[in-house]
């Protein structure tokens, strides 16, 4: 019993905490008033609002919201560095540290939404 006890404990020292335990897709979703948008992920199709689209939770991402007879609007989803992760790695100590700042897995996306009012385009002659 204690043999797996210092296996698991040893694994769990050797990884990082993101690394490990961080999520790398993640449901992020999508809504416009009025609704039937079409959205652009990073500039691929993704469907029409509303809807909810697995993305990479590592990397920023940008959404446009497309819709005839309404100006273009779109929204930036940022990564960042996540304050707990950083937290438990000091915690368990400078090996998780290495790993989770070598991977770059402390940054994750820090919004999993996008929601936008869209404005309609002036009638032409006006």
Do not use: Y
Request: aromatic share 8%.
């Amino acid at each position: 019993m204690r043999a797996r006890a210092a296996v698991a404990t040893l694994a769990w020292l050797t990884t990082g905490c993101a690394t490990v335990l961080g999520s790398k897709q993640h449901d992020f979703s999508f809504d416009s008033a009025p609704t039937g948008a079409q959205v652009f992920v990073d500039g691929n199709p993704v469907g029409t609002t509303p809807l909810t689209v697995n993305l990479s939770n590592t990397q920023s991402h940008t959404v446009v919201f497309k819709k005839p007879g309404f100006a273009e609007i779109g929204c930036q989803l940022q990564k960042g560095t996540g304050a707990g992760w950083v937290i438990a790695d000091v915690i368990f100590g400078l090996v998780p540290i290495v790993i989770d700042a070598a991977t770059n897995n402390w940054s994750q996306t820090k919004t999993h939404e996008c929601n936008q009012t869209l404005q309609p385009l002036p009638a032409a002659g006006q």
